[in-house]
């Protein structure tokens, strides 16, 4: 029976056929325009094809699209990645043969017999829709879809993504006329390759690799038939045919694949048979990490600093980072982060209103080893587990009494030896400083247990108040201490460092100043380092997606903005305030003893704000210089505990099994002679 003309419904070979009379004209206008050259005599046919076979455009003159851009840890393990189109390419020999078998049957089955333009199976394609009533092969040869992709995914501005994408006789020309072109100066088996390298498969999956992965956690190379028979159908209509959405419609598709490579021989009637047999079986991988943010990161506060690094330090671009398909090298120990990691969270729990950062760098280099925090960097404000503020860079909190350590090398240098003695009362009122228009009175921590008599050396050893109160008040002003925490890289106090000198505070030393943890662990780096400062680098090399140095615009190459100055104190005095420190980890009253790591000679100072409202720890040996703070970024409370106890420990569990690992080195001797100590 005839359909009704009042039901609204249309015979679909009806409208098959009227998109056919519609396509006509753009097909004859496309073939018309090239065959031009050879049908309108000799005297156009050279200036024609000079046109048609002009140079191909930059992007398409790559040998493979730049994939994802990966950022190795030190020892070569992954860090995370950086991606727009998430794509791993892969060379020919890592792609099942099942997989191109599968994507020529059903996309261009002419593809090695075409010269990129395939004149007959346009027509016939035309042909095969209009008798269907639907679309059951597309026009559009491997070249001239790989064309269109290239374009595409390379597109940056608006302009070029709508010239990529217009539907006009102007776009499809040009496509045809590049596809001859890109035939003609490269083999068929690349322009395969870097198709299935290219095009999209839906999930977010950009290249067999990548999709591999998506659907299956294979690799493209182990495709089985099944498998690459649905990938190879998930081309034309990634999402509406995608198997983790529609598992059914998934399987017809894969299955209209199947019949194809039968009918054109890649397989036999069994193997379809067989390959048809059962449902599409997913196993998906988890995309990649892309970027910094996420549990799936090693290291995200690291990451976070190297991001701004390399964007800010270098002058790279975002896009550089997520389109280059780069190489980038880190100075991350991953055996070190992770040690930290756990650490950290056996003394603070994830989460928890009180932030625990242990922040490691090289002494000599400035490299960055790790950054751990009890939390987790990301962008979610109602999860208090992630933070978006980077609290092992930032400023926050005052790291207390390891500011004593820029005052006593200010006193080396000043003539004041190791063995300067001071008598103090406790509390000590000091005879320089003054608190606003008030007396300025220090006490020490603790029960009263420290002798008033004390040399510097012990004094250091016991961190007491009074005592380093007292030497500020021999030096006569503040500048000389916050001066050499500024030339050892202390740079977060850059900003108040004249504040301070300009209203004398005697409180420095007891470092009440917001203080950066890396900043703290650079400038007693510096120590350890015998007096050479590092700036702090995240960065080894950035490899362009060749694998060679990238360059910046002028040629020259990108470096890794290291840069270290030697002796910003003097080796001598270097030398002995690190000897000076070592005492704080092997004296029965040493501050730092939670530090102790058998064998391993380590260089501790403690340090505890005013209220406990922040306790830190620094400890350093020749290799590895760390600082630890704890302090809750939110409030002013009390942490509870002192640097000495939860910092040291801290410190302590993340280097146990690095220098357990290790043969122990240790410091020069003090460049001037240190006194002895009680139980020395």
């Known amino acids: 029976m005839a359909p009704s003309h009042r039901s609204g419904h249309t015979d679909p070979r009806l409208r098959a056929a009227g998109k056919l009379l519609l396509a006509l004209p753009l097909t004859g206008a496309l073939l018309a325009a090239l065959l031009a050259p050879w049908v309108v005599g000799p005297g156009l046919v050279a200036r024609t094809s000079a046109t048609l076979l002009a140079p191909l455009p930059v992007e398409l003159t790559d040998a493979t699209p730049p994939g994802n851009t990966v950022v190795l840890a030190s020892d070569g393990s992954v860090i995370t990645y950086y991606y727009r189109n998430n794509r791993t390419p892969v060379g020919a020999d890592r792609i099942a043969d099942v997989m191109e078998q599968a994507l020529v049957a059903i996309e261009d089955e002419r593809f090695y017999e075409h010269n990129g333009l395939d004149v007959q199976g346009t027509l016939r394609a035309l042909a095969r829709n209009v008798s269907s009533g639907g679309v059951e092969e597309g ?77 299956f956690g294979v690799d493209a190379a182990d495709l089985t038939l099944p498998q690459a028979a649905m990938l190879a159908g998930l081309v034309q209509t990634p ?84 389109d280059g398909g780069l190489t980038i090298r880190t100075t991350l120990r991953a055996d070190l982060q992770r040690s930290a990691d756990a650490a950290v969270l056996a003394t603070q729990p994830m989460g928890d209103p009180v932030a625990a950062m242990f922040t490691a760098v090289e002494p000599g280099t400035g490299n960055v080893l790790a950054m751990s925090a009890n939390r987790v960097f990301g962008f979610e404000a109602a999860d208090p587990a992630q933070s978006s503020v980077n ?59 420290f002798p008033p008599r004390l040399s510097m050396y012990e004094a250091l050893v016991r961190s007491s108040n009074t005592y380093f109160v007292a030497l500020e008040d021999d030096l006569g002003s503040v500048e000389g201490p916050v001066r050499v925490a500024q030339r050892l890289g202390l ?62 615009e002028d040629g020259s190459p990108l470096g890794t903005g290291a840069s270290c100055t030697p002796e910003v104190v003097s080796p001598q005095i270097a030398t002995t305030v690190n000897q000076m420190m070592v005492g704080g980890s092997s004296l029965p009253y040493g501050t730092g003893r939670r530090a102790a790591i058998p064998g391993h000679q380590i260089a501790t100072k403690t340090g505890t704000a005013q209220d406990r409202a922040s306790v830190s720890f620094v400890g350093s040996t020749p290799r590895y210089t760390a600082s630890v703070m704890l302090f ?30 290790e043969d122990p080195v240790f410091f020069p001797p003090p460049g001037i002679p240190l006194p002895p100590l009680p139980g020395g």
């Open 139 to 215: 026009g559009s040869t491997i070249t001239q879809q790989l064309v269109k992709q290239t374009l595409l995914q390379t597109a940056v501005t608006p302009e070029d993504r709508q010239a990529a994408t217009e539907q006009t006789v102007g776009r499809k020309l040009r496509e045809a006329r590049l596809a001859l072109a890109l035939e003609e100066t490269h083999p068929k088996e690349e322009i395969l390759t870097r198709y299935l390298n290219t095009v999209y498969f839906g999930e977010g999956a950009y290249g067999v690799q990548a999709a591999a992965q998506a659907y």
């Open 239 to 322: 999402t509406a045919d995608s198997p983790l959405a529609d598992p059914e419609r998934a399987r017809e598709r894969r299955d209209v694949v199947l019949e194809r490579m039968q009918a054109l021989g890649f397989i036999s009637e069994e193997e379809r048979t067989e390959a048809a047999a059962g449902p599409v079986e997913t196993n998906p991988a988890p995309a990649p990490p892309n970027g910094c943010a996420g549990g799936g990161v090693l290291g995200g506060f690291f990451c976070d600093f190297l991001q701004q690094h390399l964007t800010g330090t270098l002058g790279m671009t975002q896009e550089q980072l997520e």
């Open 391 to 449: 609290l092992n860079v930032v400023a926050s909190k005052g790291s207390g009494s390891t500011y004593k350590v820029f005052v006593a090398t200010a006193a080396l240098e000043a003539g004041f030896p190791p063995s300067h003695t001071i008598t103090t009362s406790d509390p000590y009122t000091s005879r320089v400083y003054r608190n606003g228009l008030e007396p300025y009175t220090v006490s020490n921590v603790g029960d009263g247990g």
């Open 491 to 552: 740079t977060s106090l850059d900003p108040v460092a004249d504040t301070v000198i300009a209203q004398n505070r005697g409180s420095f030393t007891l470092g009440p100043e917001a203080t950066s943890p890396l900043a703290l662990a650079s400038a007693y780096s510096t120590l350890a380092a015998n007096g050479t400062r590092c700036a702090p680098v995240p960065v080894v090399e950035v490899l362009d997606r060749e694998g060679q140095p990238l360059t910046r």
């Open 632 to 661: 809750n970024p939110t409030a002013n409370v009390d942490v509870g505990g002192f640097g000495g106890s939860r910092g040291g420990q801290i410190w302590h569990d993340a280097f146990l099994p690095v220098l357990s690992a």
